[in-house]
């Protein structure tokens, strides 16, 4: 009976993080109040406050949560998360891994973009989320410092802002390829960011 009740709630949890994410994706985050997650969650606006005390704490757990979770990120106590595969392959170095890590990414885009769009909204009207994707982004910045500093590769002063310009190439790339009009292919998208990604990194 304890391990149904447990199911419940996290899958009430769950279903207020998603149905969130949808009203931000939707009406707006500014436009979208609390009862209006918890109506689209069929649940009410007191089972909410039992799960989260505000709207900011759900697009703060839609970020720590789902979006970690969809790139494989974990807890880490120097960064708040990181991705261990991204600093291995930062401190492989290899044409090939760097490719081979940008095309999985690449699969999470459409899991991604939203949150990070929804986040940076959040932000513009939200004090409490001032720069949450932006200390978010600084955490994958890190662990490509860190993948640097473990090959002993570049100078230790050159290393986080290498991160920065890889980093906002990936974020650039990630928010807009299917709009814009590069005149490439996915395919040829990403063997691009890879050949900037190696020239920045190695």
Known sequence: MANLREAHKRMTRRLLLESGLELFKTKGYAATTVDDIATAAGTTRVTFYAYFSSRSELMKALIDEQLNEALQRVRSSE?????????????????????????????????????????????????????????????????IADGLAVAERLEPHQRHFRGVLAMAQLDYVAQNWERADWKLTPDQMLDELGDSWVRLLT
Request: glycine share 6%.
């Open 79 to 143: 960064h708040g998360s990181t991705a261990q595969d991204l600093v291995a392959t930062v401190a492989d170095g290899t044409p090939e891994a760097i490719m081979a890590w940008l095309r999985r990414t690449a699969g999470s885009w459409p899991a991604i973009r939203p949150i990070i769009r929804v986040g940076r909204d959040a932000a513009v009207v939200d004090p409490e989320l001032t720069d949450l994707v932006e200390r978010w982004m600084e955490e994958a910045i890190s662990d």
